[in-house]
């Protein structure tokens, strides 16, 4: 009698327990939001007007997305974003992810993390969101953002600026794909187009 009710104890706590999305909406959504600042149809014709464009023009829609951002209320990348690199970046491991995302979310550090430098620059390190949070809630959370979020990196605009410059390489007029723009440097740097 005493196993039964101690499974079933057990089995409330898990069925009644806080879901990944709770424990992202009390600990994350504040910073991280569930969508970036384009839908899908956005970047897609965003990036049908960059494979079309001059180099000039090219620049030109750069710099205004820059400003756009600049003047954005956006405090950290957005959360899909983060499970798709992440993933990317750990190879798909789903046991490494959760293990990654628990410590960084208690640590975090620049030099630990895989954010691409730009967003480093942009957002600067995240604050140690995780200490205040119990083992099981930074277990739950991290199991919701590898499981919840489908789909792959491509790196920017879901690979589409890699595919665009070395394009543009070809043909002689593209830039090209500088240490740091697709992925960071060092053990953690992706080669473009990756």
């Not at 499974?7 to 409330?12: I, K, M, R, V």
Request: contains cysteine.
């Amino acid at each position: 009698m005493k196993k039964v009710l101690l499974s079933l104890l057990f089995t409330g706590v898990t069925l009644f327990g806080a879901t990944g999305e709770e424990v992202y909406q009390t600990n994350c959504a504040s910073c991280h939001a569930m969508q970036g600042m384009m839908s899908q149809e956005k970047k897609s014709a965003m990036r049908e007007k960059m494979q079309n464009a001059t180099q000039e023009e090219r620049m030109a829609m750069k710099q205004t997305m820059r400003e756009k951002m600049q003047n954005s209320d956006m405090k950290a990348p957005a959360m899909p974003m983060v499970s798709k690199r992440l993933k990317k970046m750990l190879d798909n491991d789903r046991t490494k992810f959760i293990a990654f995302v628990d410590d960084y979310i208690q640590n975090p550090s620049q030099e630990k993390g895989y954010c691409m430098p730009m967003a480093y620059k942009r957002f600067g390190t995240m604050p140690p969101v995780g200490q205040g949070m119990s083992a099981t809630d930074r277990q739950i959370v991290a199991a919701w953002l590898y499981d919840d979020f489908k789909g792959s990196w491509g790196g920017s605009m879901d690979g589409q600026m890699c595919e665009m410059k070395n394009k543009g390489m070809k043909k002689g007029k593209g830039m090209k794909c500088g240490a740091g723009k697709c992925g960071g440097q060092g053990k953690k740097a992706m080669k473009c187009g990756q």
